[in-house]
């Protein structure tokens, strides 16, 4: 397997970056972020159905998946914490129909529930499971001769990194949102124009918001030789029940790079421009080191810093374990708290990943300090065809301590 990367693959590798120390977007993570399922693209194939389920129309395809999760937890007497052992299933269906060369449809069911005596959650509540439709969108490609892309429905949405505004696969039913996202590539770099609905009927019980706005993926790599890969700046408001009144708004921007010699960096400041209020700030910072130790065994180390003053994201963001796996303050960019994090990833065995983060956590204001350091070890491994185990295991200083354990079988 080749363990070393060439500086543009390092600036690729790092433009995803996000979360935890070694982690990556939500659904490329290195088992760390948000969700322990399998990263993308690594093949971990499907359940062999043996011939049980034959399409008679090629155009439409059905995948999915089921998921078994159980999370337990302890505190020490006097060390308040969530403590609370939960188990919980979930099963999704996704039917994509391919209409013709420029239409295609997706429709997605999720089934999930808690076990007789699990506690609740997050989402995942004690006795209240979910059976319903979670996705249904229109893909259009050129639908008006111009190049232009669509998206018309319910749908996973995240928006830069996913800490304002994204899906958190660990939960029960991932945050989706209703709305129409337009876009166009302008000579290799992309322009998206959104508006969408929150009305937090699958990822949380919120009064309803619209939102407007806008991003773009600049890609400038070539003209800086790498150093700055790619910047992506983006801004949204709320618009209330949907007239002109602007409530809050974001502002922000992300931009990745390669520094050679096996470095890569990512960087982050938003704004959220508060109505009525204090404005509120956050940032991060990442140096990342690919390395091939051990016959390359000893996959990368990082470094990361986050800061942020005061509540940045909409709804359940998919920032899961960006700061930590207790989840104590519930991500980097959800309150007043500044963040150093220390992440090594070691690869023992060929399909068999290990990630080993190290955090300070500084709580600001006027909010309980829960724990000053944790200590957090993260494993993923394909089992067979189409199964993939994912576990986690979290510790701080006051000894409360958290543990994971997921098995995702695609088909």
Known sequence: MQRSLSAAAVAV?????????AAQNCYESQHQCFTFGPPRGLDVGKLDTDGALELRSQKLSVEGDIRLRVRVAETRMGYPYA????????AR????????????????????????GSASYSDALAGEDFNGVSQFYVLADDLFGAEDKWRIGRSEFILSNGLIIGS???LQRPGTFTGV???RNFGGHDVELFVFDDYGPLQATHPGARYVGGSANIVVGEYCGEIVHAVRPYYFSGTGDGDLAIMDAWLGVDATGSLGSGFGWGGEFA????????DRMAWRATLTKTLDWFD?????VSLQHTDANGKMDIGNPADFNSAGLLHQYGGAWRSDLQTTQFG?????????TLDFNFLTLDRRGTSTQLGDFEVDAIVGAKLASGAYIGGGYGIDNDQRQVGYMQLTVNF
């Open 13 to 21: 590798a790092v433009s995803c970056l996000c979360g935890g120390v």
């Open 83 to 90: 403590e609370a052992d939960q188990q919980a299933t979930r």
């Open 93 to 116: 269906v996704r039917m994509r129909y391919q209409a013709n060369e420029h239409l295609q449809a997706l429709v997605e069911f999720n089934f999930s529930e808690t076990w007789a």
């Open 168 to 170: 958190c696969d660990f």
């Open 181 to 183: 996202w337009a876009s």
């Open 271 to 278: 704004n959220r421009f508060v109505d009525g209020g204090e």
């Open 296 to 300: 390359g065994a000893l996959r990368s």
């Open 344 to 352: 090594v990833q070691i690869v023992p065995l060929e399909n068999v």
